[in-house]
Structures are given as structure tokens and as C-alpha cells.
């Protein structure tokens, strides 16, 4: 359900089926991005607008967006474009929901990782709604294949997600190809100087909605340890001894370093999973999938492949090295402290970082605390694995194969407790299943020699 505000939805000016689909929904208030920026979203005006991950920020865009679909014509009326496949997927996915109110609207995907060729069919067909990657949705344009002479409205979503990872190009590619007349909308975390100088190429007079992620001490515990450069690694695996977080999220600067903190906290028996660039997209959904389900505790990312991670709860945020932007270190502590629960942020600095303090702590409007190393109890003992194991399934959405299907053949004829079977992901020609540890064998087992909706598949362990 949508974070309260003291803003209802049904002050807005939308149409009476979607104000009922957004109560089915469980959308009854406002989030602050979404009081900010609506208004002038169904306005038609233009809006800049800062709001981190889980803000939501989806139905601030959204629900503007799907009032202006004309579902009679077959142009693609909208272009959301996402940094990351995985948001893109999140994307989509709500917006399917908010959709439902628009009757034979259609949306579609248009991502790297997945094959051309169906993409390429799809279009042919005519989509109202695109949601993509620059990369891929600039190929689609390049070809022929997507037209955007129709359309009414382009989302850049974490745009300065967008020009970290190299897409300024075929971003500007890609407007060059839509409509002078458009209502142009921008979200992005952070507000550098290269998102000023987009906004005033591609807005015309934008609205500026601006949502400051604070974060209240009482609910994210934040300390700073400094160290030496060659105590960074003993002091990270101090901070997990003596906190002994169950679930946490490791930042690093780099691919290189996040392999090394990877392979540091494997060799002492925390489980671990990196995420970096260099990952192919079927290993970023495996490693995904395991995280989000509980089959691996921690995370080990840089913060351009952490951005539109779908994390619920998480207990722990560590900074192995601090940030040089104090936007980003807010965003990254963002992570910790949901939904009504305690966070913890951790952070490390060498004496040589200590000028980045100054930032952060303006940032807050707090001090850092600092601390050192020799504070922590260290239990060398201190193991930390996942509670569930997942199990990767040669059949997805494509098939026709739903949650439903898995949970009810597994707890049907594989014997297995419905308190055994965790998280289900379905994607297009794979799906991943959670399940207890303790019963991983067992599950195996019926999918080896059983059926799921009649038809045999093949089943492997991740984790």
C-alpha cells in the first residue's frame, strides 16, 4: 500500500474508473512526490522532479500519463525511458496495474537482454505505452520499427541514472525523434549540474517538485568508522561480527572492488552475491532473484547497479568506501528504515575521505558520528546464510506458467508446507522459486519426476 499523506487521490482531476481501480489498488493518499507533481502532470505542464526509489514516483508519472492515452489510436502516445532493465520491469509492472482503468491500453517493454526479434513483432501491432531502455528503444527507432510522431508525453526516469552510465546519446537521440508539442516530465534521485542544463534543452517553463530525502536518526542509525586504507576489509568484517545484520547491501565505487568485498566476505562465510556492469542480464536476474527471496543475505553493488532494485525490507546499508556526493550517500541509506522498520548505515572512511564528511553532514543537517574499529566485538564465529534456496524453472510467462501454478503443485503433490515456498518470479522463458532449505531436495525431486500444468519441466538449484 502507497505511504500516507494527508492528500487524498480523490482531489485529483481522473476519471471515475481509475480513482476505483486506484482504491482496488490500495492507493487511499498522496506520497509527498506524488502531491508535488500530479497536479501539474494532469495539468499538462512539464515538471523536473526529484524523488528517490520507492517514493513513488511510478504513480506520480503514471496515473498522469494514462489519463492522456487515447486507446482508438494505435500510436505509442508515451515514452518511459529507465537506466536499468530491472526498473524498466518494475516500471511496466505498475503500470500495468494503474492501467486497468484504460480499457485495450496497451504496454510494452522494450529492454536489452531479451530477444529483438519479438519486440520487433510487437510494435507492429501498435503499443500506446513504451517503457524501455535508451539502448534498446533506440535500436527499435533506428530500424523503423518504433514511431514517435504521435507521441504526447516522454518520462526520463532516473535520469541522472541515465547519464552516469554512458546514455546521453541516444537520449538525445531518441527526443530528437518525438514531437516539439509534448509534455516532457523528469525524475530524477540527484539534481547534478547535467540534469539542469537536459532540463532547460527539453522542458518548456517545468514545474519543480522537489521531495528531500531526509533521514530521521531514530530511524536510521548511521555511524562513521574511519580507518586505514589496509584496514578496510578487517574493519568491514568487524562491523558485520558485532552488528550481525541479516540482511544487508555493501556499496562500492567500482566492478573491481565489489568482486573483491564479494569474494572477502564468501572466504569468511558470509553469503554473498555481487552486481556490477559486468554481469550478462541472465546472471543479473539470478543474482536478483536470490537477494530479493532471501537465498542471499547480502548484495555487494556499485550504486549504478543497485538503482531500481526491488527491495522491501533490508536491515543493513554498509558504505565500504564513502560516496562523493552526499546525494548519493542519502540515497544510498535510503535503502534502510522502510516501511515503519529500524535501519542501520554503515560507513568507512580513510583519513584522506574525511573532507566528504562536511558535505554529508550538510546534507543532514546532523553531524556524523564518528567511531573506530577498536569499538566493535569481534566474533570471528560469525556465520550468516540465507534461509531459503532457489530453484530456476525452464518455463515462464511465455508458457503460460503462473505463481499460482508452482504453489499449488508444490504444495499439492510435492508434499511441500505452504510456510516451505517463499517468493515466486516469474519472467519471460524462466521463473525462479524460493523455497525452505530444508525441503530444496525434496522440491527438486517432484520437479524432476512430476508435472506443473501437465507438462514435465527441468528444475536446477541456485542457492
Not at 530511524?219 to 578496510?232: A, G, W
Not at 567500482?254 to 572466504?267: D, G, P, S, W
Request: with cysteine; hydrophobic share 40%.
Amino acid at each position: 500500500m502507497t505511504r500516507a499523506t494527508d492528500d487524498g487521490f480523490g482531489s485529483l482531476a481522473v476519471s471515475p474508473a481509475q480513482r476505483s481501480n486506484l482504491e482496488r489498488l490500495g492507493y487511499l493518499s498522496m506520497t509527498p512526490i506524488q502531491a508535488a507533481s500530479l497536479p501539474a502532470v494532469l495539468a499538462g505542464k512539464d515538471v523536473i522532479a526529484k524523488a528517490k526509489t520507492g517514493s513513488g514516483k511510478t504513480a506520480a508519472f503514471g496515473i498522469g500519463l494514462l489519463e492522456r492515452i487515447n486507446p482508438r489510436s494505435l500510436a505509442t502516445q508515451a515514452l518511459v525511458l529507465c537506466p536499468t532493465r530491472e526498473l524498466a520491469d518494475q516500471v511496466t509492472g505498475e503500470l500495468r496495474r494503474l492501467a486497468r482503468a484504460v480499457p485495450n491500453c496497451k504496454l510494452l517493454s522494450l529492454v536489452g537482454g531479451k530477444p529483438f526479434g519479438p519486440q520487433k513483432g510487437s510494435l507492429a501491432h501498435g503499443a500506446h505505452v513504451v517503457v524501455g531502455t535508451p539502448g534498446r528503444v533506440l535500436d527499435h527507432l533506428q530500424k523503423g520499427n518504433l514511431k514517435l510522431d504521435g507521441l504526447r508525453m516522454l518520462v526520463l526516469d532516473e535520469a541522472d541514472r541515465m547519464l552516469a552510465m554512458g546514455f546521453a546519446d541516444a537520449m538525445d537521440a531518441i527526443i530528437a525523434e518525438t514531437p516539439k508539442k509534448r509534455q516532457t516530465l523528469l525524475f530524477s534521485a540527484t539534481y547534478p549540474d547535467a540534469i539542469a542544463a537536459i532540463s532547460r534543452k527539453i522542458q518548456k517553463a517545468p514545474v519543480s517538485a522537489t521531495v528531500e530525502a531526509v533521514h530521521r536518526p531514530q530511524v536510521i542509525e548511521q555511524l562513521f568508522y574511519q580507518v586505514r586504507t589496509q584496514e578496510r576489509n578487517a574493519a568491514l568484517l568487524a562491523l558485520f561480527q558485532h552488528y550481525r545484520p541479516t540482511s544487508a547491501l555493501v556499496f562500492c565505487h567500482t566492478r573491481k572492488q565489489c568482486t573483491a568485498v564479494n569474494e572477502l566476505l564468501k572466504e569468511h562465510r558470509i553469503e554473498s552475491l555481487a552486481i556490477h556492469g559486468d554481469l550478462e542480464q541472465r546472471e543479473r536476474d539470478e543474482v536478483l532473484a536470490q537477494f530479493a527471496n532471501n537465498s542471499c543475505p547480502v548484495l555487494v553493488a556499485t550504486d549504478v547497479a543497485a538503482r531500481g532494485l526491488d527491495i522491501k525490507l533490508l536491515e543493513a546499508v554498509f558504505n565500504y568506501e564513502l560516496p562523493r556526493d552526499p546525494e548519493v550517500y542519502v540515497h544510498r541509506i535510503g535503502r534502510t528504515g522502510r516501511a515503519g522498520e529500524k535501519g542501520l548505515a554503515l560507513s568507512l572512511f580513510t583519513e584522506a575521505e574525511q573532507r566528504r564528511l562536511a558535505p554529508i553532514e550538510g546534507q543532514l543537517g546532523t553531524p556524523c558520528l564518528r567511531d573506530t574499529p577498536a569499538s566493535l566485538d569481534r566474533d570471528s564465529s560469525f556465520r550468516l546464510a540465507g534461509k531459503m534456496a532457489t530453484l530456476e524453472l525452464n518455463a515462464g510467462r511465455k508458457q503460460k506458467l503462473r505463481p499460482g501454478d508452482l504453489l499449488g503443485a508444490l504444495t499439492g503433490e510435492a508434499g511441500l508446507a505452504g510456510d516451505d515456498i517463499g517468493r515466486i518470479d516469474i519472467l519471460d522463458t524462466r521463473s525462479f522459486v524460493a523455497v525452505d532449505r530444508s525441503v530444496a531436495k525434496q522440491a527438486l525431486r517432484f520437479l524432476a519426476e512430476g508435472k506443473v500444468k501437465g507438462r514435465s519441466l527441468r528444475a536446477r538449484r541456485l542457492r
